[in-house]
């Protein structure tokens, strides 16, 4: 009985150590607030097949949203161990099939094929590393949604900011 709770110690343990790499990679899970979702996707103009990424998707929000309310192939990119789970869980029970998950560190993701990409990222993550990524592989066209902070060097097609007390939301286009 010792070891269960000694089995139990390390998979909290290797839950924690993944979801505090995951923060200090790319940035902490901030939810989307749900008000926001919909000045998200007007500004990503997102088209039914079209292939949508969140990166760093937290519980997977933003993702059913695309899928649910523009048929997109969506798909969500989280390194956090605990948070990848819940997505899993939640596409379970929702029976949601036009969602993909993927345990993996969004620079190792192939973005190459995506219409529209989506994160919320810290803005040294975003300058030190994203920017570069991005320039790298999307193809001409695509769509980049920025929740509350710039790309450092890119000019955004549209900034979305209602009032001084809502987020901001940055359109791109490669």
């Keep these: 009985m010792e070891w269960l709770l000694y089995a139990l110690l390390l998979f909290i343990l290797i839950l924690l150590i993944s979801y505090a790499y995951a923060s200090f990679s790319f940035a902490p899970w901030v939810p989307c607030w749900r008000?926001?979702?919909k000045r998200i996707f007007k500004l990503a103009n997102l088209q039914a097949g079209e292939v949508f990424y969140d990166l760093g998707c937290g519980s997977g929000q933003v993702?059913?949203?695309a899928a649910r309310q523009f048929q997109a192939r969506a798909i969500g990119v989280e390194l956090a161990l605990p948070l990848?789970?819940?997505?899993?869980?939640k596409k379970i029970i929702i029976g949601a099939v036009d969602v993909?998950?993927?345990w993996k560190n969004l620079f190792a993701e192939n973005l190459s094929g995506a219409d529209a990409v989506y994160?919320?990222?810290m803005p040294h993550s975003i300058a030190a590393k994203l920017k570069?990524?991005?320039e790298r592989e999307l193809k001409p066209?695509?769509?980049v949604v920025s929740y509350v902070f710039p790309i450092p060097g890119w000019q955004p097609g549209i900034i979305d900011k209602p009032t001084a007390?809502?987020?901001a939301v940055y359109l791109y286009r490669r």
Aim: hydrophobic share 50%.
């Design 35 to 37: 008000k926001d979702l």
């Design 63 to 65: 993702v059913f949203y």
């Design 84 to 89: 990848y789970l819940i997505c899993q869980l």
């Design 100 to 102: 993909q998950f993927r």
């Design 119 to 121: 994160f919320f990222g």
């Design 132 to 134: 570069f990524k991005l």
């Design 141 to 143: 066209g695509a769509r």
């Design 165 to 167: 007390k809502a987020a």
